[in-house]
């Protein structure tokens, strides 16, 4: 099989969700397969993550503003290859495209109420573009894979996609995530001792980040620890208007505010944390929360969505609408020592049940699937 996959954004320094999935997969590929010849359409960028080997061929091609790469670089770019088919793996796919699409569909976040108080410009074109042309290109998909059973139901129920046309394909989790020893030399960068909480909040209304810091909040005017919150990707600004609309001036000598953390540096960071607060409305599946279960962090997470799937039976699970029930657990995990070593040992058994050579495995068998409906069909 000639096989090209869109990787748009794996070469840039700050990397997210998306781009992590698709890099892990590729690399796993390499692995497990010499046999098949792989093309990876990427964007110039500063991090050169993968290389070249035998059968698979890293393509640079073009930097353009993104809805002009996938609509006119890309598409241009796999014509002349001759390819058997074409994954796109970030949601949307070129409109015009005739060779055998596969798309990895993450979520449908794009058909669901727009909070309208996101001003992010990056975050509201994305959600119109995934708008104009997932619609567009989900009838020419020859099979579209999302991370959770969660989503795939959602999706098929939503967009009326018939079972045998969606996959669910976990996602897994980087093996360096682990509980580890000897972590201050890395952590000291961000924060000047352990035994902190920990949240990866942002402007992403999903993330939950003004409850979160309600909680925290509520959380500090009854403990005796007084733990300090450790937080990353939010600007100073976003924060203090949190701060005063809320009135939780009380938060403001207790945070840490770290900026992007690469991802070499997290298991240090998760190890050194005393929990990880994940309590975001909703998510399609969750690698942050695998990542500190792998580490032996206790997680308190968001009962809606993928969360409870990907947690499993024993995790903590929280309202995420209500900060008084964050409050309330991070206090649990604090004064109950039995409650709280549960965690610790419960979080890496459950992440062996994930692994990127899994989903790699089974992304390889979904390609030959669909290259042999193909063959049958011409």
């Keep these: 099989m000639r096989i090209g996959i869109?990787?748009?954004?794996?070469?840039?320094?700050?990397?997210?969700?998306?781009?992590?999935?698709?890099?892990?997969?590729?690399?796993e590929l390499q692995k497990i397969d010499t046999r098949n010849e792989y093309f990876v359409f990427v964007a110039p960028g500063e991090d050169k993550c993968l290389e070249d080997s035998k059968n698979v061929h890293i393509l640079e091609i073009g930097g353009d503003f993104y809805p002009l790469w996938e609509q006119v670089t890309l598409l241009k770019a796999a014509n002349e290859l001759n390819l058997d088919m074409l994954h796109c793996t970030s949601n949307t796919a070129p409109i015009r495209c005739k060779i055998p699409l596969i798309?990895?569909?993450?979520?449908?976040?794009?058909?669901?109420?727009?909070?309208?108080?996101?001003?992010?410009?990056?975050?509201?074109?994305?959600?119109?573009?995934?708008?104009?042309?997932?619609?567009?290109i989900l009838k020419k998909c020859k099979r579209i894979i999302t991370v959770s059973n969660f989503e795939k139901n959602n999706i098929m129920s939503k967009l009326d996609i018939p079972q045998e046309r969606i996959t669910m394909i976990y996602n897994g989790y980087n093996q360096w995530f682990k509980p580890?020893?000897?972590?201050?030399?890395?952590?000291?960068?961000?924060?000047d001792s352990s035994g902190y909480f920990f949240f990866l909040g942002n402007t992403d209304p999903k993330k939950n980040t003004e409850r979160t810091l309600i909680a925290y909040s509520k959380y500090l005017?009854?403990?005796?620890?007084?733990?300090?919150?450790?937080?990353?990707?939010?600007?100073k600004t976003y924060l203090n208007s949190i701060i005063e609309r809320n009135h939780i001036e009380n938060i403001i000598h207790r945070i840490v505010i770290a900026g992007y953390i690469g991802n070499k540096d997290l298991p240090y960071i998760y190890n050194n944390a005393f929990a990880f607060l994940y309590t975001s409305l909703r998510e399609s599946f969750g690698i942050p929360l695998l990542e500190a279960m792998a580490c032996g962090t206790p997680v308190i997470t968001s009962n809606t969505s993928s969360m409870p799937e990907i947690g499993g039976p024993d995790a903590?699970?929280?309202?995420?609408?209500?900060?008084?029930?964050?409050?309330?657990?991070?206090?649990?995990?604090?004064?109950?020592d039995t409650f709280y070593q549960q965690q610790k040992k419960m979080g890496p058994i459950r992440a062996q049940y994930f692994s990127w050579q899994q989903t790699a495995e089974q992304l390889l068998n979904l390609y030959?699937?669909?290259?042999?409906?193909?063959?049958?069909?011409?």
């Design 103 to 136: 798309l990895t569909l993450h979520d449908i976040i794009f058909l669901e109420p727009r909070d309208k108080t996101n001003k992010s410009f990056y975050q509201n074109m994305g959600w119109f573009y995934r708008r104009l042309v997932v619609p567009r």
């Design 316 to 336: 903590i699970l929280i309202n995420p609408e209500d900060p008084d029930e964050i409050a309330e657990m991070m206090l649990q995990l604090e004064r109950d």
């Design 180 to 191: 580890v020893e000897d972590t201050y030399q890395v952590y000291k960068k961000y924060i």
């Design 221 to 235: 005017e009854k403990s005796d620890i007084k733990r300090k919150l450790l937080m990353a990707d939010l600007g």
């Design 6 to 27: 869109e990787a748009q954004r794996i070469f840039r320094k700050n990397k997210h969700g998306m781009d992590y999935v698709v890099l892990e997969e590729i690399r």
């Design 368 to 378: 030959e699937s669909v290259y042999k409906r193909n063959a049958l069909s011409k």
